[in-house]
């Protein structure tokens, strides 16, 4: 469940959001999309959990990687019926893991 | 919920946790925690959610005040009783927010 990450550096995409009521398709696009994401180049790992706030992590091996998921068409699909239906509001960060430790 | 941030950049530590069955004052130790970073200097925000994984981000203004944050006595427990008794793993990363957006 915690992702196996590479030593650092690498890239951490911190996806904060706020659900609205609306399901239609929601958690089917959502797996969806995690699918499509292992499947990129330069995809690293992903932790995910909802608890009024979701926080979804994924992790990428550079901004290129991030560029391309960000354009690909069917992530785009879902950005746009995220901002029309799945979300009242959501933050992206998109972070450089320069250290990490673990137990 | 969502943290609100200044502008980058900042600092992001990403804790991911893997929670043992003992609970033994976790949840009231989890919110002084809360608590008492929030009034550290440099604290910038926090975000958390546990879904099978549990992961908190918080937010800081550099490397310095992640790192008093975590030498503070009281936190300095926390890890210990953290690692002996209410988490089986768990991974720190430690990374410097470039970008963000938001909707």
Redesign the interface.
């Known amino acids: 469940?915690?992702?196996e990450?590479p030593q650092?550096p690498y890239y951490?995409v911190?996806f904060?959001?706020?659900r609205t009521e609306v399901d239609n398709g929601y958690s089917e696009m959502a797996d969806l999309m995690v699918e499509l994401a292992s499947e990129q180049d330069g995809f690293l790992g992903i932790?995910?959990?909802?608890?009024?706030?979701?926080?979804t992590?994924s992790y990428w091996k550079d901004l290129e990687s991030i560029r391309k998921w960000k354009q690909h068409s069917e992530h785009i699909v879902a950005q746009q019926k995220?901002?029309g239906e799945w979300?009242k509001?959501?933050?992206?960060?998109?972070?450089?893991?320069?250290?990490?430790?673990?137990?």
Chains 1, 2 share one sequence.
Not at 47 to 55: K, L, Q, T, Y
Not at 89 to 103: A, G, L, T
């Open positions: 469940m915690i992702a990450t650092p951490a911190i904060s959001s706020i932790e995910s959990a909802r608890e009024g706030v979701g926080i992590v995220g901002r979300y509001h959501y933050k992206v960060r998109i972070s450089k893991v320069e250290r990490d430790y673990e137990f």
